[in-house]
């Protein structure tokens, strides 16, 4: 088999970087995140990404993003959270999941989500009343997750140590 051993999707704030990264070195590989490719691609963040050029673009560039670290990646990858709102991204991903790979919906209420991302200005479609956006963003988009994951781990108010030791399981490589 080729590609990431775990994929990991979710909505912004559901812990994807976090624990996608505690994850691949409990398992001793690598870790790769889709929006630091856009951003390396680009040469600039997510963030200024969606101010200077708009939404559509940077949804192309984490297209294609995807679809290479689909082909070149072999150990945990993090997508950004819109990344399932692609017809081609969702048919890869389910793709993924039929060929035995495990793609992990980490899944997060709006209460959680909101605390965790707080202010920040590097989540461009949050940036106006980020709790409204979260709620709306769950809502169209918990179907797309649904789609395509082999498991679903929920990360609201759970310590990391229990969320990775969940998507360990739904791997299958971990025990509790």
Not at 40 to 64: I, S
Not at 135 to 153: C, D, F, H
Request: hydrophobic share 50%; no cysteine; net charge negative.
């Amino acid at each position: 088999m080729t590609g990431p051993v775990l994929i990991v999707v979710g909505p912004p704030a559901s812990g994807k970087s976090t624990v996608g990264a505690a994850v691949a070195a409990a398992l001793d590989l690598a870790f790769r995140d889709t929006d630091a490719d856009v951003e390396v691609e680009a040469g600039t963040t997510v963030a200024d990404l969606f101010v200077q050029q708009g939404e559509p673009h940077f949804r192309a560039l984490e297209e294609q993003a995807v679809a290479r670290a689909l082909a070149e990646h072999d150990g945990v990858l993090a997508l950004g959270g819109g990344a399932v709102t692609s017809a081609a991204t969702r048919q890869r991903l389910v793709a993924h999941g039929r060929a035995g790979r495990a793609v992990v919906w980490l899944d997060v209420d709006v209460a959680s989500a909101a605390r965790r991302v707080g202010l920040s200005r590097d989540r461009p479609l949050l940036a106006v009343n980020p709790r409204a956006m979260l709620r709306t963003m769950l809502e169209t988009r918990a179907p797309l997750y649904a789609e395509v994951a082999t498991a679903t781990v929920v990360t609201s108010a759970r310590p990391i140590e229990d969320v990775v030791a969940d998507v360990l399981t739904a791997v299958g490589a971990g025990t509790r």
